[in-house]
């Protein structure tokens, strides 16, 4: 009964052994694949989340002020183009000799 319980305590030493290393290694892995795909999207030139807000912000003030800038635009061109004169008199009908 003695050797019995030597053998299922070395069995258990053995497999928590293993179960160790598989988690230690499984650890490992996961970092190097983290690693990885840092250095893959870091060569690809993505931005970071605060510049892209940045920029997007940068693009909403251009392109209100551009809005701006047309409608005062408008709005002066509006105030630039001549008014139609009012109906002229009917010029003088040519006086035509008469035939001889």
């Known amino acids: 009964m ?3 319980n030597r053998i ?11 179960a160790g290393t598989v988690a230690g ?3 490992e892995a996961e970092a190097a694949m983290r690693e990885r795909a840092k250095e893959f999207i870091g ?3 993505f931005v970071s989340r605060e510049e892209f807000e940045a920029v997007k912000e940068m ?3 251009a392109r209100a002020e ?11 061109e509006g105030a630039a183009k001549p008014k139609p004169a009012a109906a002229k008199p009917a010029a003088k009908a040519a006086t035509r000799k008469p035939k001889a």
């Open 66 to 76: 551009a809005d701006a800038l047309k409608a005062r635009l408008d709005k002066l």
């Open 8 to 18: 299922f305590d070395d069995f258990a030493k053995m497999v928590n052994g293993i």
């Open 43 to 45: 060569r690809m030139d």
């Open 2 to 4: 003695q050797s019995e």
């Open 59 to 61: 693009a909403a003030k």
């Open 25 to 27: 290694a499984s650890r």
